[in-house]
Structure formats: structure tokens, C-alpha cells
């Protein structure tokens, strides 16, 4: 199994997951490489596009999975050729076995241009007992939940704030919670979130997947 590490920024940004996946797979059959399909009828390529990234936020920190045994060397090579400057990879691991980030990946780091007057008040947002945003859903526009127990740090430096959040299979929109910094009077660029890192727990320890990937596979190589 290969897993590419890619960015999504500029343009991109704005396309939604599925397209996205249809994205990935015309580049990668652009490189030529020997990537592994499905049987059946209608047979579709094996391609793992890994935790959803949120309409309108940008990443340095995306993940794809596919069916395929190659040197990762040569995968980030070609694949950068053939693929938009918006969704270039920078990293590539070769694995025995998918490392399912779909289902294993339970938070995210998020990077925020956010101008604050109170620090304090922000970074302490991690300790709280509770802490209830405005969460609309199409099934209720006028949802509200609470995220105290789905923010994992928080940290405001210079003009930024970097938050880690729930993601995955449990999950708090980063968009949301930035809506949820303004009410407390933190100036927000809406059009600046970027997802920066991503974690797996190990032994009920928060793990870069990154690092989880350089431990577990067979070759690796890195931009």
C-alpha cells in the first residue's frame, strides 16, 4: 500500500471531497503507475481519501491511500508532475498493510489568522467544563453543542491561533469553532483556516500521523 501526504490550498480549497477524489484519481492515472482496481462490473480504482476536509479550509496535512506497491521516492516524483501546483504531495510511505486514517485519525491541528486582545482567555478555552457554539445541522439550523471535551489544546501566537480539535469519526467543524472566537470578541479571518497536522492515538497518546506512518512503514520518503 502507498499513502501520499498532499496540500490542498488556493483554489482547491473550495472543491468538496468527492470531486476531490475524482481529482486524485485522473492524477493518478496521468503517472502511469499500476495502481489497483476493483473487480466487478464496474471496476473503480482502490483509493482511500482519509478524514473530510471541511468546504473552504485549506491543508498541508491530507492523506490518500492506495492499492499499489511502488518506491515512494519514485511515487512523490511522478505524482507531483502529473497533479495541479494546488495539490502537490510531500510525503509518501510504502506499507504492508492501509493504514485506514478514515477511521484511526481522531483529531487535527488547525491554523487560524485570528487577532486577540486576551490570550489568556482563548488558550484557556481547553479548560473549560463546558463550552456550547452555535453547531446548525440540516436536520436542525438552530443546533448548538458542546465542544469543551472535543478541543485538545489550543495556542494563540502572533497573529495566529492553532487549535487541536476532534476529527474523524467524532468531529468539531473548524469553520464553527472560529464563528465561536468571534462572540468572544477575537477578530477572525474566516478565509484562512488550514488544517497543519493530524493525529492517531497510540496507547492513549495524541500521534502526528506523520510520525505513526515513519515508525510502521517498509520506505518512506519525504520532501
Not at 482519509?50 to 491530507?62: F, H, I, K, N, R
Not at 491561533?161 to 472560529?178: E, I, Y
Request: glycine share 6%; charged share 25%.
Amino acid at each position: 500500500m502507498i499513502t501520499l501526504k498532499y496540500c490542498k490550498k488556493d483554489a482547491m480549497r473550495f472543491v468538496a471531497h468527492l470531486d476531490g477524489m475524482r481529482n486524485q484519481m485522473r492524477a493518478m492515472r496521468r503517472t502511469g503507475l499500476n495502481v489497483g482496481f476493483s473487480q466487478g462490473f464496474n471496476p473503480h480504482m482502490l483509493l482511500n481519501m482519509g478524514v473530510t476536509l471541511p468546504l473552504g479550509c485549506g491543508s498541508t496535512a491530507e492523506y490518500m491511500t492506495m492499492e499499489m506497491t511502488h518506491d515512494p521516492a519514485e511515487v512523490l516524483r511522478v505524482y507531483n508532475e502529473c497533479s495541479a501546483p494546488t495539490l502537490q504531495a510531500t510525503a509518501c510511505w510504502l506499507t504492508d498493510r492501509s493504514p485506514n486514517l478514515a477511521g484511526t485519525v481522531v483529531a487535527a491541528d488547525y491554523r487560524i489568522r485570528a487577532y486577540c486582545d486576551d490570550k489568556a482567555l482563548v488558550e484557556g478555552l481547553v479548560n473549560l467544563p463546558e463550552f456550547v457554539i452555535d453547531y446548525p445541522t440540516k436536520k436542525d439550523p438552530n443546533g448548538v453543542k458542546d465542544i469543551a471535551r472535543l478541543i485538545n489544546a489550543v495556542k494563540v501566537e502572533d497573529e495566529f491561533v492553532t487549535v487541536c480539535l476532534a476529527a474523524g469519526n467524532t468531529t468539531v467543524k473548524p469553520d464553527l469553532f472560529a464563528r465561536a472566537l468571534t462572540k468572544l470578541g477575537v477578530r477572525v479571518d474566516m478565509d484562512s483556516i488550514v488544517r497543519v497536522r493530524q493525529y492517531v492515538r497510540l496507547d492513549g497518546i495524541l500521534t502526528d500521523v506523520d510520525e505513526y506512518l515513519d515508525s510502521t512503514a517498509k520506505d518512506f520518503a519525504h520532501v
